[in-house]
Antibody, heavy 116, light 106 residues
Framework: EGQLVESGGGLIQPGESLRLSCTASGFSVSDNVMNWVRQAPGKGLEWVSDIYPDGRTYYGGPAAGRFTISRDIPRNTLYLQMNSVRVEDTAVYYC??????????WGPGTRVIVSS | EIVLTQSPATLSLSPGERATLSCRAAQNINRFLHWYQQKPGQAPRLLIYDISNRATGVPARFSGSGSGTDFTLTISSLEPEDFAVYYCQQRTSWPTFGQGTKLEIK
């Protein structure tokens, strides 16, 4: 059926940049709506961004203007470029495949810690 | 943005009991109302999609119902592995999640 594996998380300082990756196997990221969803420590789930098969991209409030979602089709990989990060961006970031408007596959997540 | 409010925040029950979790939307939403289960240290897992359809491999003790603004996830007889956090999510507009209901062992 396939899987998703995120990478690229780590400890960064406020104002810095970080790029998260999500490599898919068993299906093509370009054929599906792909999402980033995050979860702050001890908190609930928050949608960050998505990218459609035709390339349209959308962002939730906290990400707008600072984050960029993209994909590399030959590498079958989804990215999230995070710029000007803030302490409140600290979270586990999940990539998720959206099929018929539901998230039917999730990666294990990658942890981002923003701290000085 | 459509706000989803889940209740209760915490539900304490014993194995074998029936669990009823609620998700209320601030405005009418279409059939794209889904439920996810999350265990500590794990990614969420799709349980119920489009209000009442069980995802692949989900046991029959899980069921979903509702319409308009009020939705319910029911677990007919709790098994030890069912104790987790449950989130509802809507896709009528920008995706939003409820704040979660923690189902804990009494």
């Amino acid at each position: 059926e396939g899987q998703l594996v995120e990478s690229g998380g780590g400890l960064i300082q406020p104002g810095e940049s970080l790029r998260l990756s999500c490599t898919a196997s068993g299906f093509s990221v370009s054929d599906n709506v792909m999402n980033w969803v995050r979860q702050a420590p001890g908190k609930g789930l928050e949608w960050v961004s998505d990218i459609y098969p035709d390339g349209r991209t959308y962002y939730g409030g906290p990400a707008a203007g600072r984050f960029t979602i993209s994909r590399d089709i030959p590498r079958n990989t989804l990215y999230l470029q995070m710029n000007s990060v803030r302490v409140e961006d600290t979270a586990v970031y999940y990539c998720a495949r959206e099929s018929m408007w539901k998230y039917d596959m999730w990666g294990p997540g990658t942890r981002v810690i923003v701290s000085s | 943005e459509i706000v989803l409010t889940q209740s209760p925040a915490t539900l304490s029950l014993s194995p074998g009991e029936r669990a009823t979790l609620s998700c209320r939307a601030a405005q009418n939403i279409n059939r794209f109302l889904h439920w996810y289960q999350q265990k500590p240290g794990q990614a969420p897992r799709l349980l119920i999609y489009d209000i009442s359809n069980r995802a692949t491999g989900v046991p029959a003790r899980f069921s979903g119902s509702g319409s308009g603004t009020d939705f319910t996830l029911t677990i007919s007889s709790l098994e030890p592995e069912d104790f987790a956090v449950y989130y509802c999510q809507q896709r009528t507009s920008w995706p939003t999640f409820g704040q979660g209901t923690k189902l804990e062992i009494k």
